[in-house]
């Protein structure tokens, strides 16, 4: 069965079209009938009773036509047997009703007494007519049939490409947890032996981020907040590790503490400022976090120590998995750089569009 015929707002636009349609054509009929030619007028019941027999005759008829095209998926078969068999359906259509229409005008004139020549020239302009209509029904037919399925086709085709982009944004966080928590316990590594007792804080730390990511991995945002939170879990660890080469300053904007950001975001530029940028430095460096707003758009930015070179230009793979989840969920609309800042420093900064962060309930 075809789809679009089996939608229930399809089958009220099809009832609301056919009624319609027939009525209006009982009333033109009528009103025709009536007021013009009133020398050969018929008896007003006659004017009246046989346009509405006519109207219903083609509400039926062209019915049972649809319900036949439906059983047999006509429409789906293309080509040159469609073409003949919507000509002969037109065709017989038009003959049934034709004869419909001249029976009971025949019964009509008898009943009230009206004189009605039925000539060869009478029948064949009436077949005429219910031609013209027939194809004009079928005519309209088709074309709802056709931008019905075209909606619909767009509707699948917009599910698909959502369903596509959730699943690659749960692979994307799937791949970033295991990031994160390979350079966690990396650092947690190296302190069990050099200082255990640090290494016993380091894991409750690391357990209150692990804590963190599986909650937030169920969702596409989270509070500004909790992600700075985060943060500072994470850095309090990389301190422990660093000890003085690591220096954090904050600059954070009191009313962009409620706004919705992806969850993992600002962690990640904080990981490639690391990894990048202090770690290489044997005298350390420093990180400065901002996160500031205006009436169109959040600003996240980590400016630290070091350069930006050839291999280093794109960042690494949290850098790169941040691109593409912006992507998806913002399109072209927000907005992530890595450039040298002067003064040998790198800044790090996402744009994000304000119309879509709201504040968490």
Same mark, same amino acid.
């Given at each position: 069965?075809?789809?679009?015929?089996?939608?229930?707002?399809?089958?009220?636009?099809?009832?609301?079209?056919?009624?319609?349609?027939?009525?209006?054509?009982?009333?033109?009929?009528?009103?025709?009938?009536?007021?013009?030619?009133?020398?050969?007028?018929?008896?007003?019941?006659?004017?009246?009773?046989?346009?509405?027999?006519?109207?219903?005759?083609?509400?039926?008829?062209?019915?049972?036509?649809?319900?036949?095209?439906?059983?047999?998926?006509?429409?789906?078969?293309?080509?040159?047997?469609?073409?003949?068999?919507?000509?002969?359906?037109?065709?017989?259509?038009?003959?049934?009703?034709?004869?419909?229409?001249?029976?009971?005008?025949?019964?009509?004139?008898?009943?009230?007494?009206?004189?009605?020549?039925?000539?060869?020239?009478?029948?064949?302009?009436?077949?005429?007519?219910?031609?013209?209509?027939?194809?004009?029904?079928?005519?309209?037919?088709?074309?709802?049939?056709?931008?019905?399925?075209?909606?619909?086709?767009?509707?699948?085709?917009?599910?698909?490409?959502?369903?596509?982009? /959730?699943? +690659? *944004?749960?692979? $994307?966080?799937?791949?970033?947890?295991?990031?994160?928590?390979? %350079?966690?316990?990396?650092? @947690? &590594?190296?302190?069990?032996?050099?200082?255990?007792?640090?290494?016993?804080?380091?894991?409750?730390?690391?357990?209150?981020?692990?804590?963190?990511?599986?909650?937030?991995?169920?969702?596409?945002?989270?509070?500004?907040?909790?992600?700075?939170?985060?943060?500072?879990?994470?850095?309090?660890?990389?301190?422990?590790?660093?000890?003085?080469?690591?220096?954090?300053?904050?600059?954070?904007?009191?009313?962009?503490?409620?706004?919705?950001?992806?969850?993992?975001?600002?962690?990640?530029?904080?990981?490639?400022?690391?990894?990048?940028?202090?770690?290489?430095?044997?005298?350390?460096?420093?990180?400065?976090?901002?996160?500031?707003?205006?009436?169109? /758009?959040? +600003? *996240?930015?980590? $400016?630290?120590?070091?350069?930006?070179?050839?291999?280093?230009? %794109?960042?690494?793979?949290? @850098? &790169?998995?941040?691109?593409?989840?912006?992507?998806?969920?913002?399109?072209?609309?927000?907005?992530?750089?890595?450039?040298?800042?002067?003064?040998?420093?790198?800044?790090?900064?996402?744009?994000?569009?304000?119309?879509?962060?709201?504040?968490?309930?």
């Amino acid at each position: 069965m075809e789809p679009v015929l089996q939608d229930r707002p399809t089958r009220g636009l099809y009832w609301l079209c056919q009624l319609s349609g027939w009525s209006a054509l009982a009333l033109y009929q009528i009103s025709t009938s009536l007021f013009e030619n009133p020398s050969h007028l018929p008896p007003p019941a006659v004017a009246v009773i046989e346009p509405l027999l006519s109207a219903l005759y083609g509400l039926i008829v062209t019915h049972l036509l649809y319900r036949h095209m439906r059983r047999n998926t006509w429409l789906r078969k293309l080509g040159s047997k469609l073409a003949v068999r919507l000509t002969a359906a037109i065709l017989l259509s038009a003959a049934t009703l034709d004869a419909l229409d001249m029976s009971s005008m025949y019964l009509l004139n008898r009943w009230f007494a009206f004189h009605l020549p039925f000539t060869r020239r009478i029948i064949l302009l009436s077949l005429g007519s219910w031609i013209v209509i027939t194809v004009a029904w079928m005519a309209l037919y088709l074309a709802i049939h056709e931008l019905q399925r075209r909606r619909i086709q767009e509707v699948r085709g917009l599910r698909l490409e959502v369903i596509a982009q /959730e699943a +690659q *944004l749960r692979g $994307l966080r799937a791949q970033l947890n295991p990031h994160f928590f390979f %350079n966690c316990l990396n650092s @947690l &590594r190296e302190m069990i032996h050099e200082n255990p007792q640090r290494a016993d804080q380091m894991i409750t730390q690391l357990s209150d981020l692990m804590r963190y990511a599986m909650q937030s991995n169920q969702a596409d945002f989270v509070a500004l907040a909790s992600e700075l939170q985060s943060v500072r879990d994470y850095l309090a660890l990389e301190t422990i590790r660093f000890e003085e080469r690591l220096r954090v300053t904050w600059d954070i904007a009191a009313k962009s503490l409620q706004l919705r950001v992806p969850p993992m975001l600002l962690q990640t530029l904080v990981e490639n400022a690391l990894k990048h940028g202090i770690a290489p430095r044997p005298q350390g460096g420093e990180i400065n976090i901002m996160a500031r707003c205006d009436h169109s /758009e959040v +600003q *996240l930015e980590v $400016l630290s120590s070091g350069t930006i070179h050839g291999s280093h230009s %794109n960042g690494g793979l949290g @850098l &790169r998995n941040a691109k593409e989840r912006l992507h998806l969920l913002y399109g072209q609309r927000a907005e992530i750089t890595l450039e040298n800042a002067g003064d040998d420093h790198v800044r790090a900064m996402i744009k994000l569009p304000l119309t879509q962060l709201e504040a968490m309930p």
